[in-house]
């Protein structure tokens, strides 16, 4: 009888907080956790950009910084992944240097370089991919002399390429509210199976009578 007593008192001591209450602060925990995620998304989202515009700009001291900045706030904020950021226009500017410099080598038939430049210019967009592969396939065409080199070792692309990875969790207002959510699932769920446990005794006791 005693244990029947203490099986219902434990009931009715789980029914004082009602499961539908329960769900109305994991959804109001949920909308604070999305909306704390979207503003570190939106975080990162600014800095990248601040690179990209660095980049466009020119100003290699500023486009080392703006990247500091970046991966420095990925590090500590969680939804931030930035996928891949490609440096373009850096890489731009040093395979025209190179191709310029490269220019600069005298060559028994002539300016080989700026031949080469001519026949693919208006081709292709300047300094792309295709229109290094046609400079190159021009320069083929002419032999060299001696110690005269007819290719141009142009800048790795992934040297230009940078991927910033979020922690899984961070211990920003993010991931603290993110913490709230799965506590409240958890209880949830923990007071969903005890009701459920302490009424399989209370009937099993039922049935011993």
Known sequence: MADKKRVKRSIK???RIRTWQLVILLILAGLVAATFLRL???GMVERRDAVLAADKA???????????????????HMNTTTGSVYLENQYKRDSQKIV???GNVTNPNGNIYKKASEACDGHFTL??????????????????AENVPTTVALPKTSLYR???????????????AVIVCVV???MIIARI????????LLRRHYQSV
């Open 13 to 15: 001591q789980l029914q």
């Open 40 to 42: 570190n998304n939106i």
């Open 127 to 144: 300094y792309s991919q295709p229109y290094f592969q046609c400079y190159l396939s021009e320069l083929e065409k002419y032999p060299s």
């Open 184 to 186: 409240i699932g958890v």
């Open 162 to 176: 940078h991927d910033f990875l979020a922690p899984a969790w961070s211990p920003d207002f993010a991931g603290w």
């Open 193 to 200: 199976i005890g009701l459920l446990v302490l009424r399989a």
């Open 100 to 102: 310029q410099d490269a």
């Open 58 to 76: 020119g100003n290699l001291e500023d486009v080392r910084s703006r990247l500091y900045d970046l991966q420095r706030y990925v590090s500590v």
